[in-house]
């Protein structure tokens, strides 16, 4: 279980280089991942298309728009926070926690979290949701409404899928037309209701460890 806040420290390794160095390790060994990160994060093209790919295999996101902390708990049995959050990139010490009333605390704190964010859904190779017409929403329109889905704005949305910004607004335009919503409020809230957006739960394979992370 991880929480990772936007938070810049200087390093001989940035951070999406670690966490492929790491996480995509973890993944491979079949290690259940369940992260909360800022939306921040998926400004940066690199990082969002990292997270993607972690969904895509199973790993649960939760996305919010600010974290106290940085935070790591392993198995529920040990947690690995900053000692001093302010000074982590002069003086990176950490503290580790074991067994004990503030564990199951900090465990506590990581739930709220996750439980109160949004879920990054798979969006590539997830299978595509069907319409309420019977239909199927297209490949690309379900990318762009799960991004919208965790609140990136357009632009954002645009660089991460490598299309125009105009060409992202016209087709949440189009589908807002399609359903008959006014706001984009209405347009998401229809996609959850038609089955646009699957709960990434349903998509983690069945054969993970629960609750073993970074």
Known sequence: MHMMPMREVHSVITV?????????VLVRRG????????????????????AASYAAQGQRISVVDELPI???IVDRR???????PERDDV???????????????????????????WRLLPSETAPRAGRTDGGELEAVDRQIVSLLYVG??????????????????????????EVGAAIRFQLGWRAARSGWLEEADAQRPANRTEDSAV
């Open 152 to 177: 990136l704005t357009d632009a954002a949305i645009a660089r991460q899928l490598g299309m125009g910004h105009r060409t992202v607004q016209r087709r949440l335009q189009s589908l807002m037309v």
């Open 91 to 117: 003086d990176p010490v950490a503290l580790a926690v074991h067994g004990t009333g503030l564990l199951t605390a900090l465990s506590s704190l990581f739930e709220a979290h996750f439980e109160r964010g």
């Open 31 to 50: 290690i259940a991942l369940r992260s909360v990160i800022e939306r921040d994060w998926l400004e940066r093209p690199a990082m969002a298309a990292i």
């Open 78 to 84: 040990m947690a690995l926070l900053p000692l001093a």
């Open 16 to 24: 999406e280089d670690n966490h492929d160095a790491i996480e995509d």
């Open 70 to 72: 940085k935070l790591i």
